[in-house]
């Protein structure tokens, strides 16, 4: 049998969609921050930046589907950017654990990547989403998962996108991107819980030489980045075909985690196919270890170590880099509406990323009204 906090799991809809109670509800987030430097692949400003703020609202259509719309205001290189993230309808009472989701979302590979920036323990996604994925994939298309009516969480889902935010500024090819996904999970016995997950990315989508297109085609993909996708501005890194893991494990005294909790994550990346030029042995790789322990109820303190390594194109081979990144964090969360964040951040890189950068960083966030529910 499963114990509360696999149960949970198993039973929760998937991440920001939980079935609506009632009527609509709505919400809006605040994340703000101040910090000594900008970070390699880094999203947030020196000094003062805006981080993942929305404004979200979800809830019932009707008995069968549910919806839910959310509008994101940040900060890149000093502007102001503002983008539709969330705009999809999704099931709610398809039988045999069938459910099925259309618009923009974010796609469910990975661990991190259907949450929200502000729902993160660090001030900075991991490296790996940040030069593999714009940090925060988002895009226009369709999902369906199902899920085992088993003890054991299983659900597996198919999902296929435009692909637009894969490839940074213009792009080759035929648009779109299918993606592949499996996770599993549960508890054992009531103190500790864990989920593993595996994805596969196809993406049709690769960088262009400017001179390999018209312009008509140029500027249909200018259209394009300028259509709602400001947030992600694409993968720094991208590639044919992606595999991406992801191992997680919770304790927490009797399932309780309102006193004390322990939580550590693994993923790891491969991009294959970095550049047809330089041929399959071309690859990126990227990988990171989190740990965050709940000491207090009001007091988080957490560490995370990343790796990147890449392969960057140079006439007919390919020059190396990798980086290092180490993080150190202390939270303050008086409420769960609100979150005091000091993080210290070092760089280390070589080659082709040949980053020496240490950062510090103080980030606040506020929540207002409703926000939807997340899961493990």
């Not at 090819?173 to 054992?188: F, N, Q, Y």
């Not at 309780?256 to 030029?277: C, F, I, M, P, W």
């Not at 790789?285 to 990147?308: C, K």
């Amino acid at each position: 049998m499963l114990g509360p906090v696999g149960a949970a799991a198993q039973t929760a809809a998937p991440a920001q969609a939980p079935t609506p109670i009632g009527g609509w509800q709505a919400g809006a987030v605040l994340d703000v921050s101040v910090g000594s430097r900008k970070l390699g692949l880094g999203l947030r400003d020196k000094g003062l930046a805006l981080g993942h703020s929305d404004l979200t609202a979800y809830g019932p259509l009707g008995a069968h589907l549910q919806a839910q719309l959310t509008a994101v205001v940040h900060s890149h290189e000093r502007k102001v950017e503002t983008e539709l993230e969330d705009a999809w309808v999704q099931s709610r009472t398809l039988p045999a654990g069938l459910q099925v989701r259309a618009g923009r979302f974010a796609s469910q590979l990975g661990y991190l990547n259907e949450l929200h920036p502000h729902t993160d323990d660090f001030v900075e996604r991991p490296l790996l989403y940040r030069g593999f994925l714009g940090d925060h994939w988002i895009d226009d298309g369709l999902r369906v998962n199902w899920t085992a009516p088993t003890d054991l969480y299983l659900r597996l889902g198919v999902e296929v996108f435009r692909g637009r935010g894969l490839v940074d500024g213009q792009s080759s090819g035929r648009p779109g991107a299918a993606v592949l996904s499996a996770k599993t999970g549960g508890d054992i016995g009531a103190s500790h819980s864990w989920q593993a997950g595996l994805a596969m990315v196809h993406n049709r989508r690769q960088a262009a030489d400017e001179h390999e297109h018209e312009e008509g085609e140029l500027e249909e993909e200018e259209h394009d980045a300028h259509e709602g996708h400001g947030h992600s501005h694409g993968a720094a890194y991208a590639g044919r075909r992606m595999w991406i893991a992801d191992l997680a494990w919770k304790w927490a005294p009797g399932g309780n985690n309102s006193q004390q909790q322990v939580r550590v994550l693994y993923e790891y990346a491969q991009v294959r196919g970095a550049d047809n030029e330089v041929g399959p042995r071309a690859r990126h790789s990227g990988q990171y270890l989190s740990a965050v322990w709940r000491f207090d109820p009001s007091w988080e303190a957490g560490v995370r170590h990343d790796l990147l390594r890449v392969s960057v194109p140079h006439d007919d081979h390919a020059h190396t880099g990798r980086l290092r990144e180490s993080a150190l964090m202390l939270a303050w969360k008086p409420t769960h509406m609100q979150t005091l964040r000091l993080q210290v951040t070092q760089q280390r890189g070589r080659g082709e990323l040949d980053e020496r950068t240490r950062g510090v960083h103080l980030q606040y966030i506020l929540n207002f009204g409703a926000h939807a529910a997340h899961t493990f």
